[in-house]
């Protein structure tokens, strides 16, 4: 799966380094995917939920952090939409 938006990423967990470890390894993880359908996501990502609109929720480093994703499973690509805090993301 191809995955958009590693910036994203690399900006947040440079102001926060304690998502950095966790934040790796859902772009490892993810990059070597091949889903269809977002069960198969929610299979694989204890924690991942669906929000709706296409959207899934992971939980990052031990549930202090939230990432939100869009996933086109017919061209295998996935958008970070969102990534911070639980309280950020309920604003």
């Not at 990059?31 to 996501?41: D, F, M």
């Not at 939920?49 to 939230?66: E, L, M, P, Q, S």
Request: glycine share 6%; aromatic share 14%; net charge positive.
């Amino acid at each position: 799966m191809r995955i958009i938006a590693k910036r994203t990423l690399r900006e947040f967990w440079e102001n926060h380094p304690d998502a950095e470890a966790g934040l790796r390894h859902w772009f490892e993880q993810i990059s070597k995917q091949n889903w269809h359908t977002p069960n198969e996501v929610i299979s694989a990502f204890n924690g991942a939920d669906t929000v709706g609109n296409g959207r899934i929720v992971f939980n990052i480093a031990g549930n202090k952090y939230r990432l939100v994703a869009a996933i086109d499973y017919e061209f295998q690509v996935c958008w970070v939409k969102f990534v911070g805090t639980h309280k950020a993301m309920i604003r």
